[in-house]
């Protein structure tokens, strides 16, 4: 399958048309992924592309940033460093977002976009959506990598590890979903597709 919808940099384009794979919604969603050079604390943030909220909902693009290289304190990770299975998870954790904001309407997008920056709950509560999506979209099994990957890499500081427990869903939490979904997801319905 292609994705014409789908823009993304040579090197991960591989891995973003398989994390869009199991998103078979988004086949005709413009969903860009592209490098930043700022090193910002997440390694990877989704938004809707601020210009399309002012077209109907079915045109909304989406843009995911990703981070050549992130800072922890006073180390840096590069994209290359993360092994490919974890990297599709990591993708597919951010359009489990963009599945996430393709539900809302613009106006619940921009108080959603100013409550994720000042309550931890809300973060909370929209990093397990996010992983929720996958799971059900059968992405279990990659961001299960995922987790291990972020909780148990040594170069990894462990305010870092702090922020991903205290923010995101654990291990256990994740085998819980698949427990729920299953190891292939559950297919989507007709209206989800549309
Ligand atoms: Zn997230």
Not at 21 to 28: G, I, T
Not at 153 to 156: A, K, M, Q
């Given at each position: 399958m292609n994705y014409p919808k789908l823009i993304a940099p040579d090197n991960i384009r591989k891995e973003a048309e398989m994390a869009m794979?199991?998103?078979?919604?988004?086949?005709?969603t413009e969903v860009e992924f592209k490098y930043n050079d700022m090193v910002r604390k997440n390694f990877m943030q989704a938004q809707p592309k601020w210009t399309s909220l002012l077209k109907s909902r079915k045109e909304r693009a989406y843009i995911v940033l990703i981070s050549k290289k992130f800072k922890v304190e006073d180390k840096y990770f590069t994209i290359?460093?993360?092994p490919n299975d974890v990297l599709i998870g990591w993708l597919g954790h951010e359009l489990g977002h963009v599945m996430d904001y393709r539900s809302r309407s613009t106006i619940s997008m921009l108080i959603f976009g100013l409550k994720y920056l000042y309550s931890p709950s809300h973060i909370k509560e929209v990093e397990r959506t996010a992983d929720d999506y996958a799971v059900k979209h059968g992405m279990g099994n990659y961001i299960l990598k995922t987790k291990d990957f972020i909780l148990n890499?040594?170069?990894?500081s462990d305010s870092y590890k702090d922020h991903m427990r205290k923010f995101y869903l654990s291990p256990e939490e994740i085998t819980e979903l698949i427990n729920r979904y299953g190891t292939t997801g559950k297919k989507p319905t007709m209206k989800e597709m549309s």
């Open positions: 794979s199991f998103y078979p919604e988004l086949a005709h290359d460093e993360v890499n040594t170069s990894l």
